[in-house]
């Protein structure tokens, strides 16, 4: 009776502690989640309310460029700011509960097959290229072979539902544009994962991206899903910040008449709004509507700026060199504009 109840007053023990431990993870992942979801509002707010007061006070104390500057800045930081915050959360998800023998078993084993794989996922993913940075990264900390990692980062704001819908939506009456974007971004992605299997160096990498054995335990769990998360969002920010401030100099230092130059050569014309997609930063959910209002361009060359945005832009580049290092950022970038640029102009001299 005596064995009996010890048992039993263990077991109630060991039970008791079990739920101060999930209750203990609870809180923290709340308190987490709290701050981070304040933080973003917060950045919402203040960059909204800027985004209206900031050029009446430029105009008042300067010139239309620095009000115009202002507006841009802004416009782009907080298209970013929300998925940004989604692509944290999931980051942190994945490198706090996901275990590295779940992306084993959904990816082939061969890198060269698991590229197509990692890439037809990027649809199941409802953000922007602020999100898939973090996410890419996660994978890699994971497990997952550097070439589907950057599959899945160029194909998941380029081919999800809501930007296809989005695109739909903007050429009404036009599935043609729809099925060339899928197509020529799918393209993009996976070439680009190929690339890496056959010239890639693991050196081009931080080494911090290699995962290591017998980690320890305040990397997962609900502890690490919050060091993660803050981790994660800060670091990101910064970056989007920078790209966004980039994105807004070029916008005022470019006169419109220069522009107008390209527009009647098809070929010059695919490869300026490719250049404008990487300077203008236009978030992957609302580029369709910023190409259908190019009417003077060919449906070629208003594909071409889709396909490459969402895939190289300046916050992009910004978040990628903060998040893999700059000379990673600078030698992929520029590779995965020439890929997307062929891919545009063979897809739509195919489908439009």
């Known amino acids: 009776m005596e064995t009996r109840g010890a048992d039993l007053g263990g077991a109630d023990t060991s039970g008791a502690g079990n739920r101060r431990r999930v209750a203990d993870g609870a809180r923290l992942v709340v308190r987490a989640l ?20 900031g050029p009446m006070v430029a105009l008042d104390i300067a010139t239309p460029a620095m009000a115009a500057w202002w507006t841009v800045f802004t416009a782009v930081a907080v298209q970013g700011i929300p998925f940004l915050l989604l692509g944290t959360v999931v980051s942190a998800a994945i490198g706090a509960f996901v275990p590295e023998r779940v992306f084993r078993r959904v990816l082939p084993k061969n ?14 993913l409802p953000g922007c290229e602020c999100a898939s940075v973090p996410v890419a990264d996660s994978l890699m900390r994971r497990g997952v072979a550097p070439a589907a990692a950057l599959a899945f980062l160029l194909s998941a704001p380029a081919i999800n539902p809501v930007v296809l819908v989005a695109t739909s939506i903007a050429f009404p009456g036009n599935p043609a544009m729809v099925g060339a974007r899928l197509v020529a ?31 320890g335990a305040s990397t997962v769990g609900w502890r690490g899903f919050r060091d993660g998360l803050q981790h994660d969002f800060l670091h990101a920010g910064g970056f989007l910040v920078l790209g966004a401030a980039a994105a ?13 130059v390209f527009t009647g050569s098809p070929w010059l014309s695919v490869l300026l709004l490719a250049v404008l997609a990487v300077v203008l ?3 992957s959910e609302a580029d369709a509507f910023v190409a259908a209002s190019l009417t003077g361009f060919s449906p070629t060359a208003r594909l071409a700026f889709m396909v490459v945005g969402p895939m190289v832009d300046l916050k992009l580049i910004a978040l990628q060199a903060g998040t893999f290092g700059r000379a990673f950022a600078v030698r992929f970038s520029a590779v995965s504009w020439v890929v997307a640029v062929v891919s545009s102009g063979v897809v739509g001299w195919w489908l439009l």
């Open 185 to 215: 971004s799918l393209a993009t992605a996976v070439v680009m994962g190929w690339l890496w299997v056959r010239f890639g160096k693991e050196e081009w990498l931080p080494t911090r991206r290699t995962p290591q054995a017998g980690a």
């Open 281 to 283: 930063c236009v978030c």
């Open 248 to 260: 807004a100099t070029f916008n005022i230092l470019v006169p419109r008449s220069l522009l107008d």
């Open 34 to 53: 709290v701050y981070v979801v304040v933080g973003g509002v917060a950045l919402v707010v203040i960059a909204t309310v800027g985004s209206v007061l």
């Open 111 to 124: 890198p060269a097959l698991a590229v197509p794989v990692a890439g037809a996922a990027g649809a199941v």
